[in-house]
């Protein structure tokens, strides 16, 4: 095994001949968890109405930059690190310190080599200097941190948390109803570019809920996304943001096979508000062209829309289409009386499918296909025919006064005072 002897921050590197095996490699490992415990927890958290969590957050402080954990490979030196998590379903990483040198990479993967994502670079380095992986479905994971021996210095990199989960998607306190369409299903004839702006999210590496790109007046794809404030993307948090695309079953009705390999890491906070529970954000980078994403467009023009439509991900399962043929109304949170300057938009009773927990923050589109609110909650499931909230786009759009409350300084920079954008 070669060893790594670190002075400041310039390391003298001593090989010899071979990788060592697995089993010799460095473990940080962790008990299986009490899903019985969680699952009472995670049932009281999510009728006070946050967001569905989905694994165990273990603070860690992990730096490969003063390890002597290095093997030569080439020219190029390797550290690796196990990561062990008794019957987990999933583990996801936090470096909330990462900087990489032009040539390194840093590799997760599954030891079975059943599982991994793509290689993160420094095209991955952003303004927070963090990074947030996606889930792994694995209980045990390998980190590989690969850097060129004249690029040691460079980098900054130290993991800081290990999240264990214990559910994966579309496993919140129920399982999403039977009643939930597809949106593979022909009821999502003509609504496919709005499919396309829905993504489910995790924050924090440990909670779930929905969200969607949103267009701007200048129809220029600034990648903007928003979800519900609840859904706590704060300032703090949004570097934790991870966005994953088209997580959808392949066909109507078939089975939960949507995949988790179309994804974003990194955002911004700009802008949120409690009152109509938004949050709008920049995502550190535009989505792959690959993934076909779209923005969704919007109304602020506070009209009522005379049926509307709900594309979201219950209980963060595959994505979901739902139909109102109702005309909405204004009201307060929870509230059937129609009020002056309401705060949200409330959906009757869904005649089409329904929504659930992890279904926060995703899009309500009108009939003319914009968007007029994001879902903050309410009593709606497949057994009730009750009514859900949004938030409205017509408040957030002054929100509280402030640039960090509202939405017209972000959604229209240069004050057009246009009331509505389409899909892009």
């Not at 996606?134 to 994971?141: A, H, I, R, W, Y």
């Not at 179309?262 to 802008?271: C, I, K, Y």
């Amino acid at each position: 095994m070669r060893k790594l002897i670190m002075t400041g921050a310039i390391a003298t590197l001593i090989a010899s001949s071979a990788f060592a095996s697995i089993n010799k490699i460095k473990t940080t490992s962790f008990p299986a968890i009490d899903v019985n415990k969680a699952h009472k927890e995670d049932v009281f958290n999510e009728k006070l109405g946050n967001a569905p969590r989905f694994a165990i957050v273990h603070d860690v402080n992990i730096n490969p930059m003063t390890s002597t954990d290095w093997e030569k490979s080439g020219n190029n030196w390797v550290w690796r690190h196990r990561i062990f998590a008794d019957r987990a379903v999933s583990i996801n990483l936090a470096f909330e310190t990462y900087k990489l040198s032009p040539n390194a990479k840093l590799d997760i993967y599954a030891v079975n080599q059943k599982n991994d994502v793509r290689s993160f670079t420094a095209a991955d380095n952003n303004y927070s200097n963090q990074l947030w992986t996606p889930v792994l479905m694995d209980q045990e994971v390998m980190v590989e941190l690969t850097v060129p021996a004249s690029e040691m210095a460079q980098n900054q990199i130290v993991l800081t948390k290990i999240n264990q989960g214990y559910r994966t998607f579309g496993q919140t306190t129920e399982k999403a109803g039977s009643c939930n369409v597809d949106v593979a299903c022909e009821q999502s004839e003509g609504w496919e570019n709005e499919v396309n702006t829905v993504a489910v999210i995790s924050t924090g590496g440990s909670t779930f809920c929905t969200g969607f790109m949103v267009n701007n007046t200048r129809n220029d794809k600034t990648p903007f996304f928003m979800t519900a404030n609840h859904c706590r993307v704060s300032s703090s948090r949004a570097p934790s943001l991870v966005t994953y695309w088209n997580y959808q079953a392949s066909r109507c009705g078939g089975s939960r096979n949507g995949r988790k390999t179309q994804f974003n890491t990194g955002a911004v906070h700009l802008a949120s508000s409690s009152k109509s529970d938004f949050t709008l954000v920049k995502l550190n980078k535009q989505p792959k062209p690959e993934f076909n994403v779209q923005y969704a467009g919007w109304d602020r023009s506070g009209e009522n829309a005379t049926m509307a439509v709900a594309i979201h991900h219950p209980a963060t399962d595959e994505k979901s289409i739902s139909f109102e043929y109702q005309p909405t109304t204004n009201t307060k949170y929870l509230k059937e009386e129609i009020v002056a300057n309401a705060t949200h938009v409330r959906v009757e009773d869904w005649d089409v499918g329904t929504t659930e927990p992890g279904s926060s923050g995703s899009p309500l589109f009108d009939q003319n296909h914009r968007v007029i609110g994001q879902l903050h909650g309410g009593y709606a499931s497949c057994s009730s025919q009750t009514s859900d909230w949004y938030g409205r786009i017509h408040v957030s759009w002054e929100g509280d006064g402030t640039p960090s409350s509202r939405l017209k300084d972000h959604l229209d920079a240069e004050n057009t005072g246009d009331m509505f954008t389409d899909t892009l």
